[in-house]
């Protein structure tokens, strides 16, 4: 082999690689992204029902439901909307009335929301960065998250 | 008064810094010995000084001194002394004079240590250095000044959030700077060469140890922040994704990919740009993991618009040292001739078959963490990109990246030949395909992919093996005589064999954990029994039990299997009054490579406590693995050749091996 055709080889196998790892990134985006919503985009923007979104905001003050086999019913809002979620399972040490929180999941034909995960990761320095944005938005931020963002969870460490 | 002291000391740390990063450079231009010659005194006085400002700041913390905010802000007197100790870098503006103290660690090591390196290069290597030492030190005093006092002095601080106060994560930042800091030799070393226009094989030799100690460090660092998330967030879970994760990992992909390249860079004089490319990458990463962690653009752009000081210092300064390096690279790389030719199929074909997909890998991370942040910078909207993006994009690489691994050790340099090698390959392929069957029919109606994927780790191991058992003479020699020559097989062969087996290891670990474990919730009282996974769980009862700054209530289980009692587990929710914050500990039993984890929800009014079981197989390999990876790199770095600042390679070319 020529020192030419050496070089076409590496360059032509690089290219293959890359090629290959651009395809993969954007299929994946396609399939795996969930877009964030507030209680407010859900009702603006009409997300259909089954359509897998992240909501985020506070937990409505007297709003949680708990009833057998750890299913749980909950209200969140962002002072405009509010929306009824459902959540089977334990929910995190910090889920309180009040306090931001992040569900995943899919509205049903009725409107509720079907969360099949909470977000664990925050505690009072750490209002998830997305509710902390749209409560800022919307005038209802409160507590001193922003002075303290270095202590989050593991953010604190590295 | 200590405080004081600290910060003073701290800013002649930065002025020394200046002189570092001025004098020995213009020495190694005029070619003054003299000039040259003061970059070792400044870099060990530049330690010694971060030094005192470091050892002042833990005083405070030991010492429960609250007229410094930092220590009120994340201290409490009630403290146990080790987080106390830990507090002081669990914080950012500790952990910054954690990260300076660390880098002028490493400069001062290279002072001391780097005493066969050529003056010119030693003397631009510990300026460059500085730099980053002097922006670094700039930053502290500039934004983030960890001595701050407070007047009036608060009588009792707000104590170290909760979930920090853990032994994991005790030693978890310091390993982790290590290795993130660490690779700021090799990028000073990268632009050394670059600014003397000259680089040869002798530089892969000095920079691979340093690399190869800061990959160790990375290494453990990321294996034990993994296991510190996997016991205290209490669901379970090892790896997230999470962009604090990527941030560790994405510059342990590139230097695993520079440990390799400098080895073909060493040994055969080619690929110099590339490594030195690499080099600069590596470290570039460090600090935009920095940048991402220390920002707050994570955890809320709100903070980063509102208080920017920070995050735009910090961008700053990754546009100049990034931006800086490559412009320099683009400059001065087509100086560095190039040589070692090679073709496509031989050992150093697949050692850049192995960076193309380390680096591709990095790149999806890279999308993956930075895509977000990016479109909800331009368009406002928010996405989060979880692990069903990584899973379907760095997956696959790094799967075809692992089918790889054992060819290359087998290749010969120059020019391989790969029919031959895939024929030495076949016992290891063999056992691989029975294992894969075995597995499959074991967990039959189970994941189809699994057993590929445990068929492919097993592939790695074995073939890590074959190569190693070739060279040991094992089948063709009597035993013992084998087992002489396995012995006196050069450290950084075993070093291979073990970095690969451990990959492996991993890689099963993983697939256990993910495709084989199982989950159950459930509402319990005492006197309830639940099972899985052929376990019985038997709720004993709950207890409260006082600790030094916490109130536990501690649930206790008694664990059969088959009748018998093999255990008693005891997971607890811990409070801390001082954050009115609580905290699930979870409680852990091994059995054998597997775990049973046990983490508790909420108590109930009448008394019912939630509680979820997993049942998790083969996961401690996922952390055995990484392990044995690091004692393949710490024998690696033993090795007589790559000895820290060995003058020449002892075996010569008769040791051409590769050293990973």
Not at chain 2, 344 to 351: D, K, M
Not at chain 2, 535 to 542: C, E, K, L, Q
Not at chain 2, 629 to 657: C, E, N, W, Y
């Amino acid at each position: 082999m020529t020192r030419k055709q050496r070089r076409l080889v590496l360059i032509g196998s690089s290219l293959a690689v890359l090629v290959l790892a651009v395809g993969l990134m954007l299929t994946a985006f396609r399939d795996s992204i969930v877009f964030f919503n507030s209680p407010t985009d859900v009702v603006e923007k009409q997300i259909a029902p089954g359509a897998r979104i992240r909501l985020g905001g506070l937990v409505k003050e007297g709003s949680i439901r708990r009833s057998d086999n750890l299913q749980v019913r909950f209200e969140v809002t962002d002072g405009r909307n509010t929306i009824p979620v459902a959540y089977q399972g334990l929910l995190p040490d910090l889920f309180r009335e009040g306090q931001g929180v992040v569900t995943e999941g899919a509205l049903d034909q009725a409107g509720l929301f079907k969360a099949d995960s909470v977000l664990a990761k925050h505690d009072e320095n750490y209002m998830p960065r997305e509710v902390a944005d749209r409560l800022k938005q919307q005038g209802h931020w409160k507590d001193d998250a922003g002075k303290k963002t270095g202590t989050a969870g593991k953010g604190v460490v590295q | 008064m200590t405080p004081e002291i600290g910060h003073y000391a701290l800013v002649l740390a930065f002025a020394l810094g200046i002189f570092q990063g001025c004098v020995p450079l213009y020495g190694a231009q005029r070619n003054d010995p003299v000039l040259m010659a003061t970059a070792v005194p400044t870099a060990v006085a530049q330690f010694v000084f971060i030094g005192i400002a470091f050892a002042a700041l833990t005083l405070a913390y030991v010492g429960s001194d609250f007229s410094v905010v930092n220590v009120f802000e994340n201290s409490h007197s009630l403290k146990p002394l080790i987080y106390k100790i830990s507090g002081v870098w669990g914080n950012h503006e500790g952990s910054m004079l954690l990260w300076v103290l660390i880098l002028a660690l490493f400069g001062a090591l290279v002072a001391i240590f780097g005493g066969n390196l050529p003056l010119t290069l030693k003397a631009n290597v510990l300026s460059v250095q500085s730099w980053i030492a002097v922006a670094f030190i700039l930053f502290i005093l500039a934004t983030s000044n960890p001595f701050l006092r407070l007047v009036p002095t608060p009588a009792e601080g707000r104590d170290l959030n909760p979930l920090l106060q853990d032994p994991g994560l005790a030693i978890h930042p310091p390993l982790l700077y290590v290795g993130y800091v660490g690779l700021s030799i090799s990028f000073s070393f990268a632009i050394a060469a670059l600014i003397e226009g000259r680089i040869d094989a002798a530089w892969a030799r000095w920079v691979r140890p340093w690399t190869l100690l800061a990959w160790i460090f990375l290494t453990l660092g990321i294996a034990m922040g993994s296991y510190w998330a996997y016991y205290t967030l209490g669901w379970g879970g090892w790896w997230f994704w999470d962009p604090v994760e990527n941030a560790s990992f994405m510059p342990w992909l590139i230097a695993t990919a520079l440990l390799h390249s400098a080895v073909v860079m060493e040994k055969r004089n080619a690929l110099k740009i590339w490594t030195i490319l690499l080099a600069i990458l590596a470290f570039s990463l460090s600090l935009i993991g920095t940048f991402l962690v220390r920002s707050g653009v994570l955890t809320s752009v709100h903070a980063f618009a509102t208080d920017p000081t920070r995050g735009v210092f910090i961008l700053a300064l990754l546009i100049v040292f990034i931006g800086g390096a490559l412009a320099l690279f683009a400059w001065r790389a087509p100086l560095l001739k190039q040589g070692g030719l090679f073709a496509p199929v031989s050992r150093e074909g697949a050692l850049v078959l192995n960076n193309l997909f380390l680096v591709t890998a990095c790149l999806t991370v890279f999308v993956g963490t930075l895509y977000p942040l990016a479109l909800e910078a331009l368009t406002g909207e928010k996405i989060s990109v979880g692990a069903p993006f990584f899973n379907a994009t760095f997956g696959p690489l790094f799967l075809m990246l692992l089918l790889a691994v054992p060819f290359g050790p087998l290749l010969a340099w120059k020019r391989g030949d790969l029919p031959g090698v895939a024929q030495r390959l076949m016992a290891a392929a063999g056992v691989a395909l029975v294992v894969m069957v075995a597995t499959y029919a074991i967990a039959w109606g189970g994941p189809v992919l699994a057993p590929v994927m445990i068929g492919i780790a097993v592939f790695v191991i074995a073939g890590a093996l074959t190569d190693f058992a070739e060279r040991a003479g094992v089948g063709r020699v009597p035993l013992g005589t084998s087992v002489r020559r396995a012995a006196g097989l050069p450290r950084s062969a075993w070093g291979t064999m073990l970095a690969h087996l451990g990959l492996g290891l991993t890689l099963i670990g993983i697939v256990g954990e993910t495709q084989f474990g199982s989950e159950r919730i459930a509402e319990m009282k005492p006197g309830q029994t639940m099972a899985i996974a052929g376990y019985d769980f038997h709720f004993d009862g709950i207890a409260v039990r006082p600790g030094p700054n916490y109130r536990d209530q501690v649930a206790t289980f008694t664990v059969r299997r088959g009748g018998d009692v093999i255990g008693v587990m005891a997971p607890s929710k811990r409070t801390f009054p001082a954050r009115s914050t609580t905290r699930t500990e979870a409680a852990l039993m091994a059995r054998g490579f597997s775990q049973l984890y046990l983490s508790l929800g909420d108590v109930s009014a009448s008394g019912t406590l939630a509680v979820r079981v997993y049942h998790k197989p083969l996961v401690l390999l996922i952390w055995l693995g990484t392990i044995v990876m690091v004692i393949g790199g710490t024998l690696s770095l033993t090795d007589r050749r790559l000895r820290v600042g060995a003058p020449k390679p002892a075996r010569g070319k008769a040791a051409m091996q590769p050293a990973e």
